[in-house]
């Protein structure tokens, strides 16, 4: 099972960037699955930064409602996160982590860097 993440760069304050997941591998049907967006800044600790549901639930850290919006499309095996009105305290490492119910499993992509700086 391979979680790549894409569409990070840098981008100036008050930008937009999108990310995606693309979820590969034996086990790539992602319809049933829990899928989340997590970052960590250097120095600081691995946060949740958005969360979404197999059946579409989405919930959202503090720092990030109304700004981030994630979403999924399981035909194409792919989970986005939609960044906009960024900040310079958004940039980190963001991760895509999947969660299989069934399995009791979880993964994790290797990363995609986010710079927000003028």
């Known amino acids: 099972v391979q979680l790549v993440e894409s569409g990070g760069g840098l981008v100036q304050p008050g930008g937009s960037l999108r990310l995606s997941c693309a979820v590969s591998?034996?086990?790539?049907?992602?319809?049933?699955?829990?899928m989340r967006w997590y970052r960590q800044a250097p120095g600081r600790q691995r946060e949740l930064v958005a969360h979404?549901?197999?059946?579409?639930?989405?919930s959202y850290a503090d720092s990030v409602k109304g700004r981030f919006t994630i979403s999924r499309d399981n035909a194409k095996k792919t989970v986005y996160l939609q960044m906009n009105s960024l900040k310079p305290e958004d940039t980190a490492v963001y991760y895509c982590?999947?969660?299989?119910?069934?399995?009791?499993?979880?993964?994790w992509g290797q990363g995609t860097q986010v710079t927000v700086s003028s």
């Open positions: 979404i549901t197999r059946l579409g639930t989405t």
């Open positions: 982590y999947r969660y299989i119910p069934y399995e009791g499993s979880e993964y």
């Open positions: 591998g034996s086990i790539s049907n992602i319809n049933m699955d829990v």
